[in-house]
């Protein structure tokens, strides 16, 4: 990949800092990149610094970050170092690409050594809440060689599609789902029907929706307290459900992405409420492993997601925003201030669907009525 940023990353980091983060002069900005999102994360640099703001880029290296690994050092990756913790308290604007790119390792390290490696997450969640920072994590640095070999892609154009799904003005997102938004804010019941078999009668559980156009919420109480941080590119409204009310079953069409482990064909059944069977094509087994380890709650339904991006056409990794997709989430919903806390989380999505909300359709062949 050249490290020149091209003129398509040029367009979709002037969306990022304009549209979504709304950067302004004299603001103080972090960035975070990897080797393989150099091209992009030097154009938000540009970007950033074309509207007045400051920068700080910060590069991982990403064979340096695996030679740490080889060193059985992933502890230690886990502990951001002090002038990265002072950055974060004086920055007003973060931007993150997903890292590291070599998913072939990933699939190869135990768990608990990625983990380790990624222990950083939750505090640095805790200190972005306590500073006020917005910013934004892009799906772009999913797009990997590997993950590209695997499901027999072509990189380039699947980079393209994530970067154009970049230039959804988040303004237009709002007003594209404002009906269907309304629709499950004062709705009880929600039924998904497709030809593939799908036809699944889930009910609401009375909280209000949330909106993720890809813009940051710092400090709103309606979004949950993870939200000063949007993932870009944007266009989801999130619903939470009654975990005590799931008949029937979901047959998914479009790829699961979990960071770095996916799923497909996935088909969930429910009786009285509960998880009754379920089957893949791929990744059943570490569905299985995830599900027997689970807590409480994990064979109840969490939420329902559906998707506002018309960019985001059959994009891996961007199956939850693309429009008129309809993405069921099994396990905790606490995040949507839900009462099912398992530690189980994981979803499938369904494009091309039927919707009806108490009876009423808000979605017909996949597309917004």
């Not at 004299?26 to 393989?36: C, K, M, P, T, Y």
């Not at 008129?324 to 009462?339: A, D, E, K």
Request: positive net charge; charged residues 25%.
């Amino acid at each position: 990949m050249p490290e020149t940023p091209s003129e398509l990353h040029r367009e979709a980091a002037r969306s990022i800092v304009t549209r979504y983060l709304k950067v302004r002069g004299g603001e103080n900005a972090v960035i975070e990149s990897w080797d393989h999102t150099m091209p992009i994360a030097t154009a938000v640099v540009d970007e950033i610094r074309r509207v007045g703001g400051k920068t700080l880029h910060i590069h991982e290296d990403e064979d340096a970050w695996w030679r740490a690994i080889d060193r059985k050092q992933s502890r230690l990756l886990g502990k951001s170092s002090a002038p990265e913790w002072a950055a974060l308290r004086a920055a007003d604007v973060y931007v993150h690409f997903w890292g590291p790119g070599d998913t072939d390792r990933i699939d190869a390290i135990p768990e608990k050594t990625f983990d380790e490696a990624l222990a950083w997450f939750s505090p640095w969640y805790r200190s972005a809440r306590r500073s006020g920072l917005r910013g934004g994590r892009v799906a772009m640095g999913f797009a990997t060689e590997g993950r590209a070999r695997q499901w027999g892609l072509d990189r380039a154009p699947w980079e393209e599609s994530m970067l154009r799904a970049c230039l959804t003005d988040p303004v237009e997102t709002a007003k594209r789902g404002a009906r269907l938004y309304r629709a499950l804010a004062h709705g009880k019941k929600v039924r998904i029907t497709h030809a593939n078999g799908t036809d699944l009668e889930v009910r609401l559980a009375g909280l209000a929706p949330r909106l993720h156009d890809g813009t940051p919420h710092p400090r709103d109480k309606r979004y949950g307290p993870s939200d000063m941080l949007a993932q870009i590119p944007g266009g989801r409204i999130d619903a939470a459900l009654d975990a005590r009310t799931a008949e029937g079953r979901i047959h998914a069409n479009r790829r699961t992405n979990i960071w770095w482990y996916w799923s497909d064909g996935g088909t969930l059944d429910f009786t009285g409420g509960k998880l009754a069977a379920y089957s893949f094509d791929h990744g059943g087994e570490e569905f299985a492993r995830r599900y027997r380890k689970g807590t409480v709650g994990r064979d109840r339904t969490g939420s329902i997601t559906f998707g506002l991006n018309p960019a985001a056409r059959d994009v891996p990794n961007l199956e939850t925003v693309e429009l008129g997709s309809v993405t069921l989430v099994v396990g905790r919903n606490q995040h949507l201030y839900g009462t099912n806390r398992s530690s189980f989380m994981n979803w499938v999505s369904l494009a091309g669907s039927e919707v009806a909300v108490d009876g009423v359709p808000v979605l017909r062949g996949g597309r917004l009525l």
